[in-house]
């Protein structure tokens, strides 16, 4: 079975650096997702991390250890757009994603 | 760049109607999904189509059905709709080879 674990909600002021955590316990892992999906549009991809470590793209970063089971994406200098829902999925070794249930994040001014 | 359409933004049917959602993808890719997306639990998989008339269910099939006669389209079909089928419905496509899935902005149907 899969279990993936992430906050409901997170604040954050404009400018500042937010992360949002990802726990898993699943059966079999190939990689683990970050996507964004803003009220009411499609959910777009963010990155996929496979090994362990960080990988940066611009002001988003993420971070994986498969040992721990754990991931986090890194928001820097937030900007108000980056108020969005955060879904982690863990991707097993078949076709299928497993998602968390998605992490609201709310940027203030 | 990908596009993912989904057919209806936004329907309202009646319990025990039948109910097509359409999905159609433009860049050829063999794998197509259909999620539902309800608030605290996230994206859970109904069906999935690794190509043309083929389709295996994901963890969450009871009450639905699904047709991928062409390989840009794959449609989701409630056979009888009931009250609990209410949710925000999202389809994907994903190349075979790749790891990326692409999301259509998906559809939101109330059943009454």
């Known amino acids: 079975g899969q279990n993936i674990d992430q906050p409901t909600e997170m604040t954050a002021t404009e400018g500042a650096i937010v992360q949002i955590n990802c726990t898993y316990q699943?059966?079999?892992?190939?990689?683990l997702f970050w996507y964004q999906q803003h009220a009411g549009e499609a959910p777009t991809f963010l990155s996929y991390?496979?090994?362990?470590g960080l990988e940066e793209k611009g002001r988003f970063s993420s971070f994986l250890s498969r040992s721990k089971g754990y991931s986090y994406l890194l928001l820097k200098e937030l900007q108000m757009k980056d108020s969005a829902s955060y879904l982690c999925?863990?991707?097993?070794?078949?076709?299928?994603?497993?998602f968390g249930a998605g992490t609201t994040v709310t940027v203030r001014a | 760049d990908v596009k993912v359409t989904q057919s209806s933004r936004y329907l309202v049917k009646r319990t025990g109607e039948k109910v097509f959602l359409e999905c159609v993808q433009d860049?050829?890719?063999?794998?197509m999904f259909w999620y539902r997306q309800d608030p605290g639990l996230g994206l859970r998989l109904i069906y999935f189509?690794?190509?043309?008339?083929?389709?295996e269910k994901g963890d969450i099939p009871e009450g639905y059905s699904v047709s991928r006669e062409k390989k840009e389209r794959f449609s989701l079909i409630l056979e009888s709709a009931s009250t609990n089928q209410t949710s925000m419905y999202l389809c994907?496509?994903?190349?075979?080879?790749?790891?990326?899935?692409?999301f259509g902005a998906g559809t939101r149907l109330s059943v009454l």
């Open positions: 860049m050829d890719h063999e794998n």
């Open positions: 189509s690794y190509d043309v008339k083929m389709k």
């Open positions: 999925a863990v991707r097993p070794p078949d076709y299928k994603l497993s």
């Open positions: 994907a496509s994903r190349h075979g080879g790749g790891y990326i899935q692409y």
């Open positions: 991390n496979v090994l362990d």
């Open positions: 699943t059966s079999g892992f190939n990689g």
